[in-house]
């Protein structure tokens, strides 16, 4: 696995863990997040103020394929958490991104695509 393919791995892993601290070191100041479907969140503090209402317990992830080249990459798998009513339920998920360079990237853009399967 590449390096950003290593540094995608442990973002993902980092919102089923609900590590908000190395979620929000992870993207560049002007961070644009698109979640089709619903939103499009602008900049780190808004950012942060996402991540923090979303991600409030620790939930499962099978993580299936994660793509890099050059400054773009994508990241597909399945999420085990609960919806809205509290009940259990799978998501699955594919997030692509645009990384602000080479060596040592940061996310500047994630396009989220999210769909309930059970």
Do not use: R
Request: neutral net charge.
């Amino acid at each position: 696995m590449t390096e950003k393919g290593k540094f995608l791995k442990k973002f993902n892993e980092a919102f089923a863990k609900a590590d908000t601290q190395f979620i929000a070191e992870s993207v560049t100041q002007d961070i644009q997040w698109t979640m089709f479907g619903g939103k499009t969140v602008h900049g780190l503090e808004e950012f942060k103020k996402e991540i923090e209402s979303m991600v409030q317990s620790e939930c499962g992830l099978e993580l299936d394929k994660i793509i890099t080249h050059g400054n773009t990459a994508a990241v597909n798998g399945i999420i085990k958490a609960q919806d809205k009513n509290g009940n259990p339920a799978d998501y699955a998920f594919c997030d692509v991104y645009t990384l602000s360079g080479f060596k040592n990237p940061k996310i500047k853009e994630m396009k989220s695509y999210v769909i309930k399967i059970k």
